[in-house]
């Protein structure tokens, strides 16, 4: 039985349900990063005021850190966290590349468009400290130095163990740098690990001593920005029996690359699974990938920007301010005037001004939680635009401020008292 | 007319409440620290949910950053920072204490036997940046090495900007180093500008362009470790139109001393007027300041020592253990068994420790939540000791925790993962 319930579509875009032991997830969905069992700077109640409605965290940081039998020990990564809604953990297949292939080339999925791999990955940084095999792949601990070995099968008994609702399987991530022969090595070896994590998978249901014994496995797809590659794991990893399909690895040197590699792949998935992609989490690439009927999508940028100063607002350039700069310094209205979140109906820009120049931690919370409330409002607001068939409109009314904005760039810090 | 209430006595020790225009605070009470208008890691819902009653931010760091003017414009303190409770303000004469002679002695106000002090004041940092003259006290900004003024007289139109209920007089803070005779001709040039700052005070009650027309003003006493000097000087502004009074300055080279200074002083000051003692704030102080008829005391100290880990609980050595401590890693009961707050009700030992170790900011938030809730109880118990005469019974079943002890120390930094 499919865990998705698909409602409406729009065009490629569409709207449904997708259905967890803790909950259901509306999609499309925006799903904030708790790497290490934390959304940066916030707890679980501010979660749920932010109107979140799931949260990815990543294996490979829990294992290193606190390690999963510290976590089935106490229950499970919801009892763990506190977190008791829908919980996706990442395989680490994005953590070995950065380690690796990203380290050697420099470099992020989409050739540093994005901000988010920009500043750890724009230029090489050395050895690779990864090494790939058949049966798994090396790497060195980012904590202690030491050696871990990770195989499709290990990835899922540590997965079963931290206790999340949606796993995913270990995959190998190209980088655009790769040329197509290494890609295509590369995603067969993903293909055939993808069995191996649903043998493991299917052998492992009935232990008893795993926290929730209602998981699900996402297959991720890969085949970086090469047409036909992308088609062959579509249909590969779409014909496998896993309840939803995450769309990683290389997406190309340009956002025109993600759009194109989203066009070949997304016709070729089956209809009733949930799409995941991987790691965006623009405004424009919401809509971008809404458009070409992605579900759901993760990235750490929301959270991340809030700590550095730039908020969501509406009709603004790029639908973001930076309160770091001046011309927020005696203004007593809220990020947003439109926003109803915690932030916006109890502190003005000049507070969080304040609070961020005089390095006050309390800012980094306050604006986390507005960014988060901001991403969820909106996909709140592109689920009713697709169950109204107005999506194409409210995808016109969001990014066409950014032609007719004319004032000055509010995102530049000027400094200043 | 009196802005306390004295309720009830128990030998030296008082309950009672102070009135103001945010709000009562009932005495005695823990103020936190707010140095700029933000209590490090929290916001105002987080502060009113930890019990507390009062706030005490910092004149000199306001002034500095964002700046009175500002705060006036944004109609105040409170509503600048959205704490509507009663707020104090400092004048700042600790830190040019601070800058001065603390930076020429290496000492802090008990000769670096308050973790407090010690971190920053330890060892001689230098030649001092202060000047102090008859009219007032010049210093460096520590914001952009620029000269700043500070006056008996524009210290308090300072802080009518900020708005506070409670202000605090400029003073000359004197060090354990200082000589009786600095020591006197310090005091004696605090009483003048005690004399001064009530005059202004006074003239500027009028004016309609403040944000809280009604505020209080304590005046501060001073005279070092020395018997004579400390009674001179209850006396001397004691007996001056002030709604309260402060006791700071140079406390002596040890605990010992500073009880000493205690009792050579509260005889002396008036009985209808609330006390404050500036900058201390581990429990066992707090019971023998209490003891010794203080009503109020602020320190940085409890949300300090939760950023590094170190939470308050019952029944441990010190009242306290570090989260660091490997012992927690799957720990997973709450802080303090007996705690009621947001932290104990949702999170585990295990949880929080793995938090800090992975330098999750949400730890910091969390740890000064409890910190904070824990004190509003201890001082909530002992109003209820005042008022019942068991006063004495409770210091010595909190204090004997420390005797009967016999475990490992639970704040030792066990580290591991």
Redesign the interface.
């Known amino acids: 039985m499919s865990i998705f319930e698909l409602l409406h579509q729009d065009g490629a875009a569409r709207t449904g349900v997708i259905h967890t032991a803790h909950g259901t997830i509306r999609t499309p969905a925006f799903v904030p990063v708790a790497t290490?069992?934390?959304?940066?700077?916030?707890?679980?109640?501010d979660l749920r005021a932010t109107g979140v409605q799931v949260v990815i965290a990543n294996a490979y940081h829990l294992h290193l850190?606190?390690?999963e039998e510290?976590i089935a020990?106490?229950?499970g990564i919801h009892r763990?966290?506190?977190w008791d809604g829908p919980t996706m953990t990442d395989s680490g297949g994005f953590q070995v590349f950065s380690l690796g292939a990203g380290k050697e080339h420099g470099i992020g999925k989409v050739a540093s468009i994005f901000p988010d791999y920009e500043e750890t990955h724009l230029k090489p940084q050395g050895k690779s400290l990864v090494r790939i095999t058949e049966e798994g792949v090396y790497f060195k601990s980012i904590?202690?130095g030491s050696t871990c070995f990770f195989t499709p099968e290990n990835v899922i008994a540590l997965q079963r163990k931290l206790g999340s609702d949606i796993m995913l399987v270990l995959d190998e991530c190209t980088s655009p740098l790769h040329d197509k022969v290494y890609t295509k090595q590369a995603m067969e070896r993903t293909h055939r690990w993808a069995i191996r994590a649903q043998e493991e998978f299917a052998r492992l249901s009935d232990a008893d001593n795993f926290p929730n014994l209602n998981q699900h496995l996402y297959g991720i797809i890969q085949g970086g920005a090469y047409k036909d590659l992308r088609r062959q794991s579509a249909q590969f990893i779409g014909d496998l029996n896993f309840a939803g399909l995450a769309i990683g690895g290389s997406l190309g040197k340009s956002k025109e690359d993600m759009y194109n590699v989203l066009e070949w792949t997304v016709p070729f998935l089956p209809t009733m699974k949930p799409r995941h992609l991987l790691g965006i989490g623009e405004i424009e690439d919401i809509f971008a990938t809404v458009e070409r009927g992605i579900d759901t999508l993760d990235c750490a940028s929301p959270t991340r920007i809030a700590r550095n100063g730039t908020v969501f607002t509406r009709n603004t350039l790029h639908q973001r301010i930076n309160l770091r700069n001046a011309i927020f310094?005696?203004d007593?209205r809220p990020i947003d005037e439109q926003c109803d979140c915690?932030t916006c109906k109890?502190?003005?820009r000049?507070?969080l001004?304040?609070?961020i120049?005089?390095s006050?931690?309390?800012f980094?919370?306050?604006a986390s939680l507005h960014n988060l409330y901001f991403f969820s409002q909106l996909m709140e607001e592109i689920r009713e635009a697709i169950a109204a068939h107005t999506f194409k409109e409210l995808k016109e009314t969001w990014l066409a401020v950014d032609y007719e904005m004319e004032v000055a760039d509010p995102m530049e810090n000027g400094g200043g008292?």
């Open positions: 290490r069992a934390s959304v940066k700077a916030l707890d679980a109640r850190q606190p390690g510290l020990h106490l229950g763990f966290s506190g904590i202690d310094k005696d007593p915690y109890n502190y003005s000049a507070y001004r304040h609070l120049c005089a006050e931690i309390s980094y919370r306050l008292g």
